[in-house]
């Protein structure tokens, strides 16, 4: 906010940014001379006379500049009114450079630990992973067993439940080291129901295990807490990563989804692969594969779904800070949404939304007009003929949806 003048109104910013380069273009054609005395410009003295009423005729609210006035400002403080404003830009500018490097850095680092290296013996002994959890995608679980891919590299890992990596290497070769653990700890075949849980854009499986231990524990459920490098690849591929998932729960009866924010979109997109599928472009054992699964699908339950896009993500499309850190998918839940809209389907099964939101047009977010529940889902969350919707009054993360 620029400094008010003695016995005139305040200038914003932008008012003294007219200002001054009125000054200075006057001072280029000889009409203001700058007085070495009073390091001031002048005309006839110490002071410049600026009309500037013409701009203001309509006389907008008490603070618009009524016509024809006339302000008399010194030329100092509107040429320190730029400067500030300049600076602050220049500030603002280095900032923002400075957030896009730390997110290069950090997935940089992510990328170097992601890239582990492969295993050689015959049965190597556990050793920790070495992290780059955004760069790794579950492509096969068995309880808490998990095969993963790195999306950077295509090499394959066999993990535990504490995440201590037994192979890697082909998935056929982190398969034999599996079965071979089969046999080795006696592991049965998986049986009864299943809940399949999928986490959100720049998120890992780790935000979604008290929701997993709860639903084991209180329903009985065989829980997969499906892990995926969210902003590394486009949500397509993330639905072929859990198609494969999907299809190797040899044994479980019943399939149940729960999803958080844009694990949404990649069950529905993989749902919609299904349905458009070309039978002349899988094999057999796919299609077979396929069929299984879709006969076992029974619930789904989406929370704080952008079934209609996210309104953020299209608002910061074009900023180059958004783009470092949520990749291809945020594109995609913005500006590209007409597109990935078409490739997703409406759950052939019995599905229901829960939404965070208010009821009312004050929501939990103020960066937007409707709220948490406008800021998620770009107007609605809701979906062809849903068959339960749900809002609780409570807000989340930023960018969920």
Same mark, same amino acid.
């Given at each position: 906010?620029?400094? #008010?003048?003695?016995?005139?109104?305040?200038?914003?910013?932008?008012?003294?940014?007219?200002?001054?380069?009125?000054?200075?273009?006057?001072?280029?054609?000889?009409?203001?001379?700058?007085?070495?005395?009073?390091?001031q410009?002048?005309?006839?003295?110490?002071?410049?006379a600026?009309?500037?009423?013409?701009?203001?005729?309509?006389?907008? /609210?008490?603070?618009?500049?009524?016509?024809?006035?006339?302000?008399?400002?010194?030329?100092?403080?509107?040429?320190?009114?730029?400067?500030f404003?300049?600076?602050?830009?220049?500030?603002?500018?280095?900032?923002?450079?400075?957030?896009?490097?730390v997110?290069r850095?950090?997935?940089?680092?992510?990328?170097?630990?992601?890239?582990?290296?492969?295993?050689?013996? #015959?049965?190597?002994?556990?050793?920790?992973?070495?992290?780059?959890?955004?760069?790794?995608?579950?492509?096969?679980?068995?309880?808490?067993?998990?095969?993963?891919?790195?999306?950077?590299?295509?090499?394959?890992?066999?993990?535990?439940?504490?995440?201590?990596?037994?192979?890697?290497?082909?998935?056929?070769?982190?398969?034999?080291?599996?079965?071979?653990i089969?046999?080795?700890?006696?592991?049965?075949?998986?049986?009864?129901?299943?809940?399949?849980?999928?986490?959100?854009?720049?998120?890992?499986?780790?935000?979604?295990?008290?929701l997993?231990?709860?639903?084991?524990?209180?329903?009985?459920?065989?829980?997969?807490?499906?892990?995926?490098?969210?902003?590394?690849?486009?949500?397509?591929?993330?639905?072929?990563?859990?198609r494969?998932?999907?299809?190797?729960?040899? /044994?479980?009866?019943?399939?149940?989804?729960?999803?958080?924010?844009?694990?949404?979109?990649?069950?529905?997109?993989?749902?919609?692969d299904l349905?458009?599928?070309?039978?002349?472009?899988?094999?057999?054992?796919?299609?077979?594969?396929?069929?299984?699964?879709?006969?076992?699908?029974h619930?789904?339950?989406?929370?704080?779904?952008?079934?209609?896009?996210?309104?953020l993500?299209?608002?910061?499309?074009?900023?180059?800070?958004?783009?470092?850190?949520?990749?291809?998918?945020?594109?995609?839940?913005?500006?590209?949404?007409?597109?990935?809209?078409?490739?997703?389907?409406?759950?052939?099964?019995?599905?229901?939304?829960?939404?965070?939101?208010?009821?009312?047009?004050?929501?939990?977010?103020?960066?937007?007009?409707?709220?948490?529940?406008?800021?998620?889902?770009?107007?609605?969350?809701?979906?062809?003929?849903?068959?339960?919707?749900?809002?609780?009054?409570?807000?989340?993360?930023?960018?969920?949806?």
């Amino acid at each position: 906010m620029a400094l #008010p003048l003695q016995g005139q109104q305040p200038l914003d910013n932008a008012a003294a940014l007219r200002t001054a380069v009125y000054i200075v273009a006057q001072q280029h054609q000889g009409i203001l001379r700058p007085e070495p005395d009073a390091g001031q410009y002048g005309l006839q003295g110490r002071q410049a006379a600026v009309d500037v009423g013409d701009r203001n005729r309509s006389g907008r /609210g008490q603070d618009a500049i009524p016509w024809r006035k006339k302000f008399i400002i010194i030329g100092r403080m509107a040429l320190h009114n730029a400067q500030f404003a300049a600076n602050a830009c220049m500030i603002r500018f280095l900032i923002g450079i400075g957030l896009m490097l730390v997110a290069r850095l950090t997935l940089f680092a992510d990328r170097l630990a992601g890239d582990e290296p492969g295993t050689v013996e #015959p049965k190597p002994l556990p050793v920790p992973t070495l992290g780059g959890k955004q760069f790794w995608a579950d492509e096969l679980l068995f309880y808490q067993w998990r095969i993963q891919r790195n999306v950077s590299t295509d090499k394959y890992r066999l993990l535990d439940e504490y995440d201590m990596r037994h192979a890697s290497g082909t998935f056929e070769e982190c398969r034999a080291a599996l079965e071979h653990i089969k046999q080795e700890q006696h592991l049965t075949r998986m049986t009864g129901k299943a809940v399949v849980v999928l986490h959100g854009l720049v998120r890992s499986r780790a935000s979604m295990e008290s929701l997993c231990d709860y639903l084991h524990e209180k329903g009985n459920y065989q829980v997969f807490n499906v892990g995926y490098p969210s902003t590394q690849s486009e949500i397509g591929e993330y639905a072929r990563s859990l198609r494969h998932v999907i299809n190797n729960l040899d /044994g479980i009866e019943e399939i149940n989804f729960v999803a958080h924010s844009m694990g949404n979109i990649v069950v529905r997109h993989y749902l919609g692969d299904l349905a458009r599928q070309e039978p002349w472009k899988q094999t057999p054992g796919a299609l077979a594969a396929d069929r299984r699964a879709w006969a076992r699908f029974h619930r789904f339950v989406m929370l704080g779904p952008p079934n209609q896009g996210a309104l953020l993500a299209a608002v910061f499309a074009n900023n180059i800070l958004f783009q470092e850190i949520f990749g291809d998918a945020g594109q995609q839940l913005g500006r590209d949404w007409p597109e990935l809209e078409k490739r997703l389907a409406t759950p052939p099964f019995e599905f229901g939304i829960i939404a965070g939101g208010r009821g009312n047009n004050k929501g939990y977010n103020p960066l937007l007009p409707g709220g948490q529940r406008r800021h998620r889902l770009g107007g609605c969350n809701k979906i062809g003929r849903r068959q339960g919707f749900s809002r609780r009054p409570h807000a989340s993360f930023i960018l969920d949806g």
